[in-house]
């Protein structure tokens, strides 16, 4: 109790829900220590929300920018939601069938870490990747710091891209344009219709496209 205001189990589990998609930091529900500040949070927020009660407090912005901030809510609630069902998606195609596929990324990842630093590359290789990334950054309006603080952090890029051009020298890669344009149509179409207000209802046909 708050004074006069009940605070349930509901509400407490409610504003960790909050947290956890409009905070900062998401809130660990495994750490006591974070569940309980949480709680200690909602009995703070029923104080001051007493508080203003009694001082009569007003502000003629305060509806408008509450409806601008509930519609980024919106936004932001919708872009979760997308991500965990294409996120359930993969889980499903891969767990009965990843670890062979999982040993050769792994493997991949570890002989190329091995190799990778007895790359040699020239000054030259290094500021061409620094000029690329200074282009780029004019164009967003970011700055970059100068090159001397971030030469040695962009070694290990400039290795890595010389070790893969490097092994593609001596084999073919050839890349079915086709199919790749049609997988990437599929997905835009896809996008769609996850974005498209109307329920899809299991089981109904798409309609056929016009050739």
């Known amino acids: 109790m708050v004074g006069d205001h009940k605070i349930t189990f509901g509400d407490w589990m409610q504003q960790m829900d909050l947290l956890r998609v409009f905070a900062s930091a998401s809130v ?3 750490n006591a220590e974070q569940v309980k500040a949480v709680l200690d949070s909602l009995i703070d927020q029923q104080l001051v ?6 001082a009569h407090y007003m502000d003629a912005t305060f509806d408008e920018a509450v409806k601008k901030k509930l519609v980024e809510a919106d936004l932001k609630v919708k872009e979760i939601k997308d991500k965990l069902e294409k996120d359930i998606a993969t889980v499903r195609r891969m767990e009965k069938n990843y ?10 990842r570890q002989f190329a870490n091995s190799q990778v630093e007895n790359v040699v590359v020239t000054e030259k290789d290094i ?12 164009k967003t309006g970011q700055k970059l ?4 603080k971030v030469k040695k952090e962009l070694k290990p890029s400039v290795q890595a891209e010389k070790f893969l051009s490097n ?13 790749i344009d049609k997988y990437l149509h599929s997905l835009s179409e896809s996008r769609q219709m996850l974005d498209s207000s109307s329920p899809m209802v299991p089981g109904a046909e798409l309609p056929s496209k016009k050739k």
Not at 127 to 138: E, G, H, P, T
Not at 145 to 148: N, S, V
Request: aromatic residues 8%; neutral net charge; hydrophobic residues 35%.
């Open 28 to 30: 660990n529900t495994d």
């Open 49 to 54: 929300l007493d508080a203003a009660q009694k």
């Open 99 to 108: 670890q062979d596929a999982y040993k050769k990324m792994l493997l991949a």
């Open 127 to 138: 500021r061409d990747l620094y000029n690329k990334y200074a282009d780029q950054a004019v």
């Open 145 to 148: 710091p100068p090159y001397d």
């Open 167 to 179: 092994l593609q020298v001596g084999s073919k890669v050839d890349r079915k344009q086709e199919v």
